[in-house]
């Protein structure tokens, strides 16, 4: 049985083997039918090229030489030999981008064609393994002239590719052979419409055609087609004519032997007074600067912009891609270049440019935000173009624009809003019509139902009818012994419910698949007649969207992404300045309003921000430090002064009784003059105490450590005194500090919302308002509004101490007794509102981050005691981890 088995396997693994030669030959056959096809069509092809050359064409030719112009290359492309041969800069991350030119005539009818050579292969690296290389790239084709300058980028252009591939309307089909070094290319158009081929390209290698003709897209003809090439990292012969470099099967006209009737030459622009110029759009960032530029440029296409976004998107086009974006570092003005490409990454390739640029007459705009607003970055641009064939323009945006830009912001306001509106309409109308058919779907089953309990009524009355013939008939027939009667009358009777059960269970049956087809199927037009469907409101069109008064007022248009990140903004923005005529600039224009209303308009610009813009690179002075010092040091000596006086029995027992003798004689005095004078007769003699100080003469103390008896001014402190005492002193030290230290009279103060960034700067910790029982600054600084306070209108914090001299250290020792005192009594009197709600949990230490060994270390300033995340009394030399130096330990005296 196992030579059985085995045999039929062998023999099947031959029939298998032997199917697959067959199928391999007939593969083999029909892929060699496939390539005689293809070379038959191609003889085909070769046939109708060879049917004749063309008629000789007596018509006039062009005597424009055809060639490449500035304003139809990018800056990379370094043309040599009169233009005929085509390199490019392969240095500081230049080697990762394409250089692209355009020739200057194109043609709108006939057959024309070009050839192009490859000279050399380039293989430039930075020395760096990246996961972007830079490769060789070739496409030569054609393109509408003033379309994109990247071929395959739009439309509007056709190429050929080294890798046999035909690109048109941004696709890509394998439809030719690869080409290389050295190999003559011919790029031929067919744009006679009475040839075989009409309006295609077709490309040829060496003189022998390497692709059949491929059509030309829609948006391509009837339009002029210039020649056109795109290359990376090669250098490259572009030779236009008259005769060519190596025949074409069918003989054929070169772009340069074209009939004036079929070509058109593109005029450069012309040099107003034998100058170009290099224009500055200088403007308020974020107030319509790149807005007004977009309009420049669809104006004047035929200048070229100067900036950072301008590189990044030439990198994209070229084929790379972004590894991660940072948002913190991306701006409209200096985007982030994250191709993990080090040259380009750092912007290496911008020097490359700004070098080679003003060697190019053409027209400029250098789109520089921050750098065309600070006064000193804005020469040195400028003096870069300082050769006499340029001409420097600075052109002001600044203020109320005119009724123009606002025209083009309200219909760009105007179209979002009627986006928003049509999408909100679309889905309103989607779920009304869900509705409509819930509702239908509804009244469809109520009518399945009764129709179901109808059929079911009905067939129970034909049962009942059944049963009552019968027994009719046997009564008619005669009656029967009872023994015998009763048989057949109970069988009856069981037959009967059988049959009605039955008729009932089919009724029910034939009901639930009527509601299944009424859920499945959609009901037919007489039906839905029949049934009664909801009202629904008629239908209307989308809304009409208006823009609100609102809305007109507003002049510039809100960008997902800034103009300027906010750490170069708050660094550069109190350099901002217009544009003077000491600068170099031949003219200064001013946009939208004149130059007194445009410097106007900057001043109060500037003004606002340094109000709401926080300094990032301030740096305390020694005079903070030194006077954060010596606060530390007082304030250590009344932590230990106030244990020392809890601590000793004697002196705590002295001064209750001293101030038991104080509130004896104030509740005698408040019983009247006659009272207080019987009561001083009759009083007591009693030892001589030293007389405690009156709660209203806290500020006549001259000794805060002993005000009597050895008792100190802040003997009933407790922790949230001592927390609101050096929070008194450190937000007075702070807002003098920084006032001192910014030096800047346009500055009064730090803004509410960047209070806590300054006090880390300052004192090294956070400042946590949780602790204290509050949100927000402004409810902070409510608990110390006997020192400072937030304006109303500006939300600069603001100091309420004398700003002539610095107050002595004791004075916030009164303040935080008299402070303590009206919290007490409000308390005493029943104001529960009164009562501080600190959170001590909220005052935990954030845990410190362990550093790198070799690392830089976080150090604080000499003499600043305490930890990153503690609260600000938490400054003493004895400071634990979640107990303050004057808090007693558990069970120690006094506490």
């Not at 610095?806 to 008299?818: M, S």
């Amino acid at each position: 049985m196992v030579k059985e088995e085995e045999e039929p396997a062998v023999e099947e693994g031959s029939e298998s083997r032997k199917r697959k030669a067959e199928a391999a030959a007939e593969g083999g056959a029909a892929k060699e039918a496939k390539k005689e096809d293809d070379d038959a069509k191609l003889e085909i092809t070769k046939e109708e090229e060879e049917e004749g050359d063309e008629v000789p064409d007596n018509r006039k030719k062009i005597t424009t030489v055809v060639g490449f112009e500035p304003n139809d290359m990018t800056l990379n492309v370094i043309p040599t030999t009169g233009g005929r041969v085509l390199m490019a800069l392969s240095d500081c991350g230049l080697q990762y981008l394409v250089a692209c030119a355009r020739a200057n005539v194109g043609v709108t009818a006939g057959r024309y064609f070009y050839e192009v050579r490859i000279l050399e292969v380039l293989t430039p690296t930075d020395g760096t393994r990246r996961p972007q290389t830079p490769k060789q790239q070739v496409r030569i084709g054609f393109s509408v002239a003033g379309s994109s300058l990247f071929l395959g980028d739009s439309e509007e252009s056709v190429c050929f590719d080294a890798d046999g591939f035909y690109i048109a309307e941004k696709k890509k089909n394998a439809t030719s052979q690869r080409y290389a070094r050295d190999q003559i290319m011919g790029v031929l158009v067919n744009l006679d419409e009475k040839s075989p081929s009409p309006f295609t390209v077709s490309l040829f290698r060496d003189g022998e055609r390497i692709c059949d003709p491929q059509p030309l897209p829609e948006a391509m003809r009837g339009k002029t087609l210039s020649p056109h090439v795109s290359f990376r990292n090669v250098s490259l012969q572009v030779h236009f004519g008259p005769e060519p470099f190596v025949p074409l099967p069918r003989r054929c006209r070169m772009i340069q032997a074209a009939a004036q009737d079929d070509a058109v030459a593109t005029e450069p622009p012309p040099a107003k007074g034998g100058k170009y110029n290099v224009v500055f759009p200088v403007g308020v960032p974020d107030e319509g600067t790149f807005d007004w530029l977009e309009t420049f440029l669809e104006r004047n296409p035929h200048y070229v912009e100067l900036s950072d976004r301008k590189i990044v998107e030439w990198a994209g086009k070229s084929g790379l891609w972004k590894l991660k974006q940072s948002a913190w570092k991306n701006s409209n003005d200096k985007p982030d270049c994250n191709f993990g490409v080090q040259a380009l990454d750092d912007l290496s390739a911008r020097k490359v440019l700004q070098a080679v640029s003003p060697l190019v007459p053409r027209n400029y705009v250098v789109m520089e935000v921050k750098s065309n607003l600070v006064k000193s970055e804005r020469m040195d641009l400028a003096s870069r173009f300082n050769a006499p064939h340029f001409r420097r323009i600075a052109r002001v945006v600044m203020g109320e624009p005119n009724e123009e830009y606002k025209e083009r912001i309200y219909a760009v306001l105007l179209k979002e809003k009627q986006e928003k509106l049509d999408a909100e309409w679309k889905v309103k109308k989607a779920e009304r019509e869900r509705k409509r058919q819930l509702e239908l779907r509804k009244e469809q089953l109520k009518k399945v139902r009764e129709a179901a309990e109808e059929a079911k009524r009905k067939a129970a009355e034909e049962q009942e009818a059944k049963k009552k013939k019968k027994a009719e008939e046997a009564a008619a027939a005669g009656e029967k012994p009872e023994g015998e009667a009763d048989a057949p009358a109970v069988e009856g009777k069981e037959e009967a419910k059988e049959e009605a059960a039955k008729t009932a269970d089919e009724a029910a049956a034939e009901a639930d698949a009527e509601m299944g087809d009424a859920e499945e199927k959609e009901t037919s037009k007489e039906d839905e007649a029949e049934v009664k469907q909801p009202e629904e409101p008629e239908m209307e069109e989308p809304p009409k969207a208006e823009l609100t008064e609102a809305e007109k007022k507003q002049w510039f248009k809100a960008q997902a992404l800034s103009d300027l990140t906010g750490p170069t903004l708050a660094s550069s923005f109190v350099h901002f300045s217009v544009p003077e005529t000491d600068e170099g600039f031949s003219e200064i224009q001013y946009e939208w309003q004149g130059e007194e209303e445009s410097k106007a308009y900057l001043r109060k610009w500037v003004l606002q921000k340094k109000l709401t813009t926080r300094v990032e690179d301030l740096q305390p002075s020694d005079r903070f430090f030194t006077r954060l010092q010596e606060w530390q040091k007082v304030l250590q000596e009344w932590q230990m002064k106030q244990k020392e006086y809890k601590a000793d029995p004697v002196r705590r027992l002295a001064a209750q009784k001293a101030k038991e003798v104080q509130e004896k004689r104030e509740a005698e005095a408040a019983a009247g003059a006659e009272g207080k004078e019987e009561g001083e007769g009759e009083q007591e003699k009693e030892e001589p105490q030293e007389p405690a100080v009156p709660e209203t003469d806290i500020f006549s103390i001259e000794d805060v450590s002993d005000v009597g008896s050895g008792e100190p001014l802040f003997a009933n402190f407790a922790f949230e005194d001592w927390a609101l005492m050096s929070l008194r002193f450190e937000v007075h030290l702070l807002i003098r500090s920084f006032k001192a230290d910014v030096n800047d009279p346009d500055r009064p103060g730090m803004h509410e919302s960047h209070f806590g960034f300054y006090y880390n700067k300052y004192y090294r910790k956070q400042l946590n308002t949780k602790f204290y029982g509050v949100d927000t600054t402004a409810e902070l600084m409510h608990l110390i509004k006997d020192t400072a306070s937030v304006h109303a209108s500006t939300s600069i914090v603001v100091s309420k101490l004398p700003e002539d001299s610095d107050p002595p250290n004791d004075h916030f020792v009164k303040l935080a007794e008299e402070n303590r005192r009206e919290r007490q009594r409000r308390l005493d009197a029943g104001d529960e509102t009164a009562k501080l709600k600190f959170s001590v949990l909220a005052a935990a230490p954030t845990p410190a981050v362990q550093q790198p060994l070799g690392g830089p270390q976080r150090v604080a300033p000499p003499g600043v005691r305490g930890f990153p995340g503690a609260p600000a009394w938490a400054t003493g030399p004895q400071s634990g981890i979640g107990r303050p130096a004057w808090r007693p330990r558990y069970g120690a005296a006094g506490a």
